[in-house]
């Protein structure tokens, strides 16, 4: 069986990885879906993160069926769990991979990193420099790009 970490921003979006996955490798697999967060700098910082929003709260009901229909609709996962790590170095998460007995990590290919909150930690060079095994998946484009018209005529008057 085997451990495979792929990174969420807790996003239906990023479920898609999971299904990916899912059809490339045909053994049994544990789903960690993944998410790193900055350590406070100091006890300010710690305190004033107390008061904003548990990681729980990110793992909303739409994600929670999402994950257990992708259960269902691949036999060969057994299980899915969100994994939260704090810190930003390739040692902690060389420590955090092997805690976890991660065997092979999944990214899209040219996959932009989104942070879910602003203290979230980009882990791509991370991944990068663990050394562990990395499958890359083809995912379709998405235009992300949100335009945004403004009447500048609205705001003077002539």
Known sequence: ????????????????????????????????????FDMPDSTIDAIHRLNQRSQNEFITHDIRQRC??????????????????YGSTTAAFCNFAEAHTVDMLVIADGQQFSPAVSDSVDYRRMFRKSGIETMVVKMPVRNNVEYCTNSVAGVFSV
């Open 68 to 85: 257990r229909g992708l259960k269902v609709q691949h036999p060969n996962i057994c299980e899915i769990t969100f994994r939260i790590m």
């Open 1 to 36: 069986m085997k451990n495979v970490l792929i990174p969420t921003d807790f996003t239906l979006t990023s479920l898609e990885l999971v299904s990916k996955a899912a059809y490339a490798c045909s053994d049994k697999m544990n789903v960690l879906l993944f998410h790193a």
